[in-house]
């Protein structure tokens, strides 16, 4: 009698961790009915803000109708940057006249292209370029005219705008003329080809943002912020004022805020710091951060403040990719301070998932009222608990089987 007793907590103790592994997680949405093997999920906005920056505390739990709960493995579908294909040139001709210095490159094998990235010897100058291509050498076809370059370098600052974008072309042969009187060394020209990208960006509508121009520092200061905490990867300013300028700038997130007795106190991390000018698009890419607000101070010196007509924020909207194994209800669950990064065999096997992947539906948000993290567990859904109760099952279960031993002798 007393055996089965034990054996009767054994399983309610297997039943109980089983169950704690959802549990332990302070949000679920529940999935639409799986009908293949691997499927998608969108990752909501609202997400973001309740996950640990590294999203290593997302999980995919399926419940089968015998009501086993296990752990469904998943990967974050990342899409690719753009990349650029160098192409092989060499330069084959270098001439001078009233116009200015010309060089003509010629391509080992003719393929397109959309970019040229220009070296100079020189460090200070602001010049304007001509560029041509040609298959024969006899009849020049105009890409680009009056594309101004630049380079700044001094104590102070360092900026160099001396790569030629255009629309992707194809002739074996292109001619460079820089318009100037100056003496022109180019050292070096990188012609590419830029791989369209496979991540595609979503723009996140600015909801609030605040001009300060601060005198004292000589420089101005714009607050912003969008609706939720997602991952952004570019910043665009659309700048109005038509004068050419040149200025330096912080852009900055904000990732802690706490208050005191003097008030809210903000740590912001910077994101890039640079130059913006009127010769560039004024887009900035760096490493993705999950934000919602931001700050740009562009220092003005003794010029005239800029004029920034708009602000846009984007980023890429992340998937997950997760395969079902049994015939289950699934979850999405999240939020837990604790959880590590899952380890799953499919890392080393995306190359044979299926391109045509269904995806599905997530429901609303639910609070998981069993969770750790949101209210204090009953003792017996306590980690500790849990363990002391294993350890004199073990226990228990040893002395009797000891005991069966000596009445067998």
């Keep these: 009698m007393k055996i089965k007793i034990v054996l009767l907590i054994v399983l309610l103790s297997v039943g109980i961790l089983s169950c704690a592994q959802m549990s332990s997680y302070t949000y679920k949405r529940s999935l639409s009915q799986n009908t293949s093997t691997w499927h998608s999920i969108d990752l909501a906005d609202e997400l973001y803000s309740k996950v640990k920056a590294d999203l290593s505390d997302i999980r995919i739990y399926g419940v089968t109708p015998q009501k086993d709960t296990f752990e469904a493995s ?25 116009e200015g210095s010309s060089y003509t490159f010629k391509l080992r094998n003719v393929e397109a292209l959309n970019e040229i990235s220009l070296f100079f010897k020189q460090q200070n100058f602001d010049w304007k370029i001509r560029l041509e291509g040609t298959q024969d050498q006899k009849q020049w076809f105009t890409l680009l005219d009056e594309y101004r370059i630049l380079s700044i370098l001094n104590n102070t600052d360092s900026y160099h705008f001396t790569t030629l974008h255009l629309g992707m072309s194809e002739y074996g042969y292109y001619r ?54 997602v991952p952004i990867s570019k910043i665009r300013f659309t700048i109005s004022s038509t004068f050419d300028y040149y200025r330096q700038f912080r852009l900055e997130y904000l990732a802690d805020s706490f208050k005191r007795e003097t008030g809210w106190q903000y740590q912001y991390v910077s994101v890039s710091i640079g130059n913006m000018s009127s010769f560039d698009k004024n887009e900035f890419k760096s490493d993705e951060v999950i934000a919602k607000r ?33 015939k289950a209800e699934y979850w999405l669950v999240y939020g837990n301070k604790a959880a590590m990064t899952p380890q799953y065999d499919i890392d080393n096997f995306k190359s044979n998932i299926p391109n045509e992947i269904i995806a599905l539906k997530v429901g609303d948000e639910d609070v998981n009222h069993l969770s750790n993290n949101m209210v204090e567990l009953p003792m017996f859904m306590n980690k500790n608990v849990l363990w002391a109760v294993m350890i004199l099952i073990i226990l228990v279960l040893g002395g009797f089987s000891w005991k069966m031993l000596k009445n067998i002798r």
């Design 294 to 326: 931001f700050r740009l101070s562009i220092i003005n010196h003794d010029d005239l403040p800029l004029k920034i007509d708009s602000i846009k924020v984007e980023g890429c909207r992340k998937k997950i990719i997760f395969r079902c194994t049994e």
């Design 74 to 98: 998943y990967f974050l579908d990342m899409p690719k940057e753009s990349v650029l294909k160098n192409i092989d040139v060499q330069i084959i001709n270098k001439s001078t006249s009233k």
């Design 176 to 229: 460079l003329t820089v318009k100037t009187k100056d003496q022109v060394d180019l050292v070096e020209a990188s012609l590419s080809k830029q791989v369209a990208e496979t991540k595609k960006y979503y723009t996140y509508p600015i909801i609030w943002q605040n001009l300060k121009e601060d005198k004292e520092n000589k420089q101005s200061i714009i607050e912003f912020e969008i609706q939720n905490k």
